[in-house]
């Protein structure tokens, strides 16, 4: 019956069938590289524009494939959201997380916070409260500290249950914080039904806001809204001083872009953290 099906696709598209085995072959390894420990958290900092003080950083995953070299997400993600992978993905990334914010807190850096890339999906999971919990338990760390990023870019099904899971998580004391806000489908829909204490302002606008009146607006309206709606801002993509000019003019103070920091191994992101003001 399979078979039958692989040669069908093969006659309509040979390339399909191509990255059909591709995709077959990853899905098949994201266990072994879990088990193989092949996968990596880089940090990129969020520093208080006018300060330079870094308040936070957020875990970006990485894949230290062993013939394909450093795999960004992009090569990854979106296989591992079809195939089911991603909520052990997300699972052990906040293992990880965790255990950065215990060092920390045992260096005497207890207030900076992590923010983890959760995917929607994730939520539909029964366990994952429950899975939170026992981190925080293992860990024990402060469930302030550590940030679940969620995209606004996957359409998640009008479902109870998310609705009711991303509420338990919050009442365990996760901030929730809307990542790429405005560019997805149901913005509006998280602010009013839950309280949400950080939207991140997608590079898409910050890209533009020295050029194009309309991103400016855009972000101007965003920034009014979440502080109307007491939430944190957090500009993304910030890659030059015009652009942080520009959002220290509208009123956003929190910066993550490459103006100050890409991305970077855990050792880099030490010492980049012990060099800045406190
Ligand atoms: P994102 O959450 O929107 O993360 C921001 C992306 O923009 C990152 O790409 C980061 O490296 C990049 N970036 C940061 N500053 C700048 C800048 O100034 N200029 C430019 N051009 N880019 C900048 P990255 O690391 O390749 O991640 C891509 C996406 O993959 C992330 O987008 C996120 O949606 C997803 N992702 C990453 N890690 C995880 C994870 O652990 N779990 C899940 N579910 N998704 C993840
Ligand atoms: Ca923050
Ligand atoms: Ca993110
Ligand atoms: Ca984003």
């Known amino acids: 019956q399979k078979l039958g099906n692989r040669k069908t696709r093969a006659i309509y598209d040979p390339h399909m069938y191509e990255q059909w085995e591709e995709e077959m072959h990853s899905e098949m390894n994201f266990g072994k590289g879990l088990d193989m420990n092949e996968f990596r958290l880089f940090y990129q900092p ?10 936070g950083v957020e875990a970006l995953i990485r894949w230290q494939h062993p013939e394909k070299g450093l795999l960004m997400p992009g090569a990854f993600i979106d296989i591992a959201e079809t195939t089911g ?31 983890v890339n959760i ?9 994952f409260p429950a899975f939170l919990n026992s981190c925080i338990e293992e860990y ?3 469930p302030a500290n550590l940030i679940i990023e969620i995209t606004e870019n996957v359409a998640i099904e009008d ?6 899971q991303i509420q338990k998580v919050q ?16 913005a509006f829909i998280y602010l009013q039904r839950f309280s949400i204490q950080e939207v991140k302002i997608d590079r898409q606008f910050v890209s533009k806001i020295e050029t194009d009146v309309k ?21 993304e993509g910030v890659e030059t001083i015009g652009q942080l000019k520009r959002l220290e003019e509208l009123g956003c103070f929190e910066i993550q872009g490459y103006y100050f920091s890409k991305p970077v191994p855990i050792e880099e992101l030490n010492s980049w953290l012990l060099a800045s003001p406190r």
């Open 46 to 55: 969020q520093v208080e524009s006018l300060t330079h003080k870094v308040t």
């Open 140 to 142: 024990n760390i402060n």
């Open 215 to 235: 991103s400016r607006a855009i972000v101007r309206a965003i920034l009014t809204l979440a502080k109307s709606l007491h939430m944190h801002t957090v500009a």
């Open 119 to 127: 995917s929607p999906r994730h939520f539909l999971h029964y366990y």
């Open 171 to 186: 009442e365990m004391g996760f901030p929730i914080s809307i990542d790429d806000f405005g560019t997805g489908y149901s």
């Open 85 to 115: 992978f991603i909520t052990q993905i997300g699972e052990w990334a906040v293992s990880q997380a965790c255990r950065q914010l215990k060092s920390w807190e045992q260096q005497g850096l207890g207030s900076l916070t992590i923010s």
């Open 159 to 164: 479902s109870k249950v998310v609705e009711l």
